[in-house]
């Protein structure tokens, strides 16, 4: 008898699956959103930011188009995304005070290691929906964050007004199919709120029915 087909062997690799299982919810569960102001240096350095990168490629990629992109604001940038983020404020409100312009600018620098998230719609088979793009970029985003979990290190997703602002899309160089997303921050942890209460599976799954309709539990 091959030991491979065996019981023990069966049993152990079932254990190990479910380990790897559990170490994974853990993850999961363990995942909190921290404010960039709350994030400080050190960021991560040049390999763990690889190793996020290499997580977020094995995010699910119908037509393996690759529709999404990530560009990194290093510090140098940041005085250039500050001029950004105050400017699409001005726009759009002409009566923002300098304090408020000031607090715009000033989020430019808040995060250690800062990255733009960009879909494309256009890119490979238009026939893609553009709804599914998002999902795998969203896919992508997770799984850096996860891995920046994974590395001790605080998280967020943070987004406004001014990811539509022209002076952001001519900024990051953005194509005409090409939309801005989301910021991406990663940093060292300061301070974090209690973690919140998260939704039950009862709370958003229900099973379909024969008859038409949804039904309560899965």
Avoid: Y
């Avoid at 087909?5 to 170490?23: E, G, I, K």
Wanted: net charge neutral; with cysteine; glycine share 8%.
């Amino acid at each position: 008898m091959n030991l491979l087909d065996s019981p023990v062997q069966a049993s152990a690799a079932a254990l190990a699956d479910n380990d790897m299982a559990a170490m994974a919810a853990a993850l999961m569960q363990s995942r909190q959103t921290i404010l960039p102001k709350r994030l400080a240096a050190p960021g991560p350095d040049a390999g763990q930011l690889g190793m996020s990168l290499e997580a977020a490629a094995t995010a699910p990629d119908h037509g393996q188009l690759l529709p999404w992109r990530f560009v990194l604001v290093p510090q140098a940038a940041r005085a250039r995304l500050a001029e950004v983020f105050g400017a699409a404020l001005i726009e759009r409100d002409a009566a923002a005070t300098p304090e408020q312009v000031a607090q715009a600018r000033e989020k430019a620098h808040r995060s250690p290691l800062l990255l733009l998230a960009i879909v494309d719609g256009l890119r490979g088979d238009p026939d893609i929906d553009l709804f599914e793009r998002i999902v795998s970029a969203g896919c992508a985003v997770q799984n850096m964050l996860l891995t920046a979990t994974a590395l001790g290190f605080g998280s967020a997703l943070t987004s406004g007004k001014a990811l539509k602002s022209t002076g952001l899309r001519t900024l990051f160089g953005l194509g005409p199919g090409e939309h801005a997303l989301c910021f991406v921050s990663i940093g060292t942890v300061q301070s974090r709120k209690s973690a919140r209460l998260r939704p039950a599976p009862a709370d958003f799954a229900t099973t379909l029915s024969p008859d038409g309709g949804t039904v309560p539990g899965f």
